[in-house]
């Protein structure tokens, strides 16, 4: 069947009161961004609290779920057939040959829903309803009204043009990208960051991304791969901002001066910090970690509250009662898995200690990060200057 339009049902969005514009405003936007994947030319527009897509000429439909379907801020999709108003005799033959071509087989249940939007329209609402029932039902013997939990609703909305639609294609929920403000998440060529980044995205939250790379112990080859999920992960939150930051020297420093249990914390305490500079600077109002408690060593509740001490900034963990299986599961789902996957090591898998510290004792890490008073600053100066700044899109 051809459809001409596409009703987008929103969930949260219809509780925000008079602020409500403003959340219809950014989740147009990111359809008209979506879209753009999507073979064909779209019109997306704001209509008596819907929000459409009109499909100019000819497009891909398949493509275009599949874009709508990657919009946060939906939770249903309605593929919509335009008719003309040509008198309700025209909108009887219009609604049976819908019936017949979306559910040739006959025999479910139905119930009729209009909505009578341009009120000049000659007949009430409940009056559409049962003319239109009794029409159906002449048109299919086999199908039965059900008023209450029917196998078919179909809608039939009055507006200038009659607009016919029966299916709702589920949509991902949450909020409009961006209506939440930034985060800056710490991004690795791990399975849950990617998944980490999808979930805080979908509650509105715009993504820029930094990421540690140590040459020539990690490989332009581990850098390609995480520009590769920042671009599939930016096919949910839009465009991200990604931050390359060559870690190498300060990652040989730590390991050279500190105690080798402690290298994963203190390393990451010092990825902390250069992530959160650059929060700073691009007016984030968080981080964004892929940690889950009791993964790894470096993720046990006192290993985090090491972690934790050197930021100023909230850090949100998405990810920290999850299993494995259930952010595998996600990252499968948003199509991050076979890339993080891929064999090509990060520096967090590089300079791993065989028998790391579990339970940091704070004081003891600040002792032993002492040690790197003479060239740390320097280093960490270094680092910031020297990233890498590229602008991920889908």
Known sequence: MRFHSFLIKYGEIGIKGKNRYLFEDALVRQIRFALKEADGEFYVHKAQGRVYVDCEGEYDYEETIDALKRVFGIVGICPVVRVLDQGFEQLTKDVVAYMKEMYPEGNQTFKVEARRSRKQY?????????ELGGVILDAFPEMKVDVHNPDI???????????????????????????????MLLLSGGIDSPVAGYMISKRGVGLKATYFHAPPYTSERAKDKVVDLAKLVSRYAGP?????????????????KCPHEELTIIMRRYMMK??????????????????????????????????????????????????????????EKIDTYETSIQPFEDCCTIFVAKHPVTKPNLERIEKSEEKLTEKIDELMKTAIETTEVILVKP
């Open 122 to 130: 000659p007949m009430t609402s409940m009056e559409i309803n049962c």
């Open 153 to 183: 609703r179909l809608n039939v909305e009055v507006r200038e043009e009659i607009y016919l639609y029966s299916e709702i294609i589920p949509g991902p929920g949450g909020m409009p990208v961006g209506t939440n403000g930034n985060a």
């Open 240 to 256: 991200i901002e990604l931050h390359v930051v060559n870690f190498t020297d300060i990652q040989l420093y730590i390991y050279e």
């Open 274 to 331: 250069i992530a959160e500079h650059f929060a700073k600077e691009k007016g984030c109002l968080g981080l964004i970690t892929g940690e889950s408690i009791g993964q790894v060593a470096s993720q046990t509740m006192q290993s985090l509250a090491a972690t934790n001490a050197v930021c100023t900034l909230p850090v949100y963990r998405p990810l920290i009662g999850f299993d494995k299986r259930e952010i595998v599961e996600i990252s």
